[in-house]
Nanobody, 115 residues
Framework: QVQLVESGGGLVQPGGSLRLSCAAS????????MGWYRRAPGKQRELVAQ???????NYADFVKGRFAISRDNAKNTVYLQMNGLKPEDTAVYYC?????????WGQGTQVTVSS
């Protein structure tokens, strides 16, 4: 398994940007799926973006063109660059790694988009 620690959340105005980081406790080079999910108040957790070990990525429709996921295997870190933030992007953002079919989660980082 793997421990994940997110950082980079905070309060930002609409239209602003944030970059989230997810640091893993061990090498992520062999972890096929790594991703970002979010849970907004009163809603279920939902997939935001995912990236494979081959650097293929996919995005939820609601973030396409605004968010970008990347991974740096040398630093054991996954990033989520978020641009054009909207109030509806307010949520706790969680990093995820699928290892041997099991989902590993970080503790989450709060993102609040408000003027």
């Amino acid at each position: 398994q793997v421990q994940l620690v997110e950082s980079g959340g905070g309060l930002v105005q609409p239209g602003g940007s944030l970059r989230l980081s997810c640091a893993a406790s061990r090498s992520i080079a062999s972890i096929y799926f790594m991703g970002w999910y979010r849970r907004a108040p009163g809603k279920q957790r939902e997939l935001v973006a995912q990236i494979t070990s081959g650097f293929s990525s996919n995005y939820a429709d609601f973030v396409k063109g605004r968010f970008a996921i990347s991974r740096d295997n040398a630093k054991n870190t996954v990033y989520l660059q978020m641009n054009g933030l909207k109030p509806e992007d307010t949520a706790v953002y969680y990093c995820n790694a699928v290892v041997n079919g099991q989902y590993n989660w970080g503790q989450g980082t709060q993102v609040t988009v408000s003027s």
